[in-house]
């Protein structure tokens, strides 16, 4: 038997290029440093990290979501299926029967990205362990009627590599909180460690959850940004943390932040015709700037852009307040932050608001950022029993128009 296969190379030739694809295949081809697994307490001082370096990572899990299909529905395990035992099991409780258990999750002490396609497989049986457990032993009388409407078959991924740049961001970062001047995201999850080997380690707790925050800490942008590729940058969980860092900075919202800062400075570096390093030790002011121009936030870091007109008004007033202060239109922050507020909210609409110069000034745009509640459910959830108070489309309360 003959079996001939054929490679396309498709060659891609550009400035500035951003790697974004969470394993960082891509970056790790370019040649750019990385690490990955544990680091050991000695290398970082940091204190949940192990005793000694290994080459451990968080796993990878699948989901799944359930139907009530209002009769008795009788499940037969896969033959495949890997035996779950409860009573081995520490801290792995079952108490949502719609939308999976994220703690059938394995990692690797080797080469998670090479072993995906195992652990992918392994996954499935011992996902379907589990739900054996819940429909056929009797413990889960609530799960008679329920059948399985959609199971994950792509893992979700929490770990893998993690590329090098100027600076890596550790614990003991995180937990001081401390302030970096080119600080361009920030994160506040807690240091949630899954533990090695995931459900193959049944024994320990799934997920270790180290120290919560009091509130949010700063990463920098030297962080993502490749230390030996000078042309190329990241975001996401592959940046330039440690692993126990990663803990925390990987959750998804903080790896957009990172994402938006990236896409920023690459617009810069187009434009200006320099490298992302160069951002850092000559832009980085810019860069915030611009970014805060955008209603982004940064702690620690209010707007000052020399061109706002309204850090030099004399005067300010409004017709009525329900909230806030008139005057924290102009502070630079685009948050309200713990115990401090940095908004103005009028009595009701049709209101009007002044700023007054003594001397003449001239304008060449009026740019108005609204509080387009933050706090509304907008995220489409797999779970669809949790979208029913999901606004579709449009937000009724954002700005249409204007006279």
Avoid at 84 to 89: G, R, T, W, Y
Avoid at 159 to 181: A, N, P, W
Avoid at 188 to 205: F, K, T
Wanted: proline content about 5%.
């Amino acid at each position: 038997m003959l079996a001939i296969y054929y490679r396309t190379e498709v060659v891609i030739n550009a400035k500035i290029f951003v790697d974004c694809s969470g394993d960082g295949l891509f970056a790790a081809t370019s040649g750019a440093e990385y690490r990955t697994g544990r680091e050991g307490k000695a290398e970082f001082g940091e204190k949940y990290a192990p005793d000694e370096p290994d080459g451990w990572m968080m796993g990878e899990s699948i989901m799944m979501i359930t139907k009530d299909m209002g009769r008795p529905v009788p499940f037969y395990p896969p033959s495949y299926t890997k035996k779950f035992d409860a009573s081995k099991a520490v801290d792995r409780k079952i108490k949502n029967l719609k939308e999976g258990f994220w703690w059938v999750e394995l990692g690797s002490p080797k080469d998670i990205i090479a072993d995906r396609e195992k652990n992918r497989h392994d996954l499935m049986a011992y996902f379907y362990g589990v739900w054996d457990y819940v429909k056929n032993s009797g413990e889960y009388p609530e799960a008679a009627n329920l059948s399985l409407e959609w199971v994950g078959s792509l893992p979700g991924k929490r770990e893998s590599r993690r590329f090098m740049g100027d600076y890596i961001l550790t614990e003991k970062d995180l937990l001081s909180y401390k302030h970096f001047d080119d600080a361009v995201a920030w994160g506040g999850w807690s240091l949630d460690e899954h533990c090695p080997g995931g459900i193959l380690s049944l024994d320990q707790r799934p997920s270790y959850f180290h120290e919560r925050f009091k509130k949010v800490y700063e990463i920098p942008y030297r962080c993502l940004y490749s230390k030996n590729v000078p042309n190329l940058m990241f975001a996401g969980r592959n940046v330039s943390v440690s692993h126990m860092a990663l803990s925390s900075t990987r959750i998804i919202g903080t790896c957009c932040m990172m994402g938006q800062a990236v896409g920023v400075a690459t617009a810069m570096c187009i434009e200006k015709n320099i490298n992302p390093r160069e951002i850092y030790l000559s832009y980085i002011d810019e860069l915030q700037e611009r970014m805060l121009r955008n209603d982004y936030y940064i702690p620690n870091r209010p707007a000052n852009d020399s061109n706002d007109l309204t850090r030099t008004v004399d005067k300010v007033w409004a017709t009525s307040t329900s909230s806030g202060d008139v005057h924290n239109l102009f502070d630079g922050v685009a948050r309200d932050e713990e115990n401090k507020i940095h908004h103005w909210q009028s009595d009701g609409l049709n209101e009007k608001l002044f700023l007054e110069w003594k001397k003449p000034v001239e304008m060449s745009s009026v740019e108005i950022k609204f509080d387009t509640n933050l706090h509304r459910k907008i995220m489409m959830h797999k779970n669809p029993a949790k979208n029913f108070d999901q606004v579709p489309g449009m937000l009724l309360n954002l700005l249409k128009h204007s006279r």
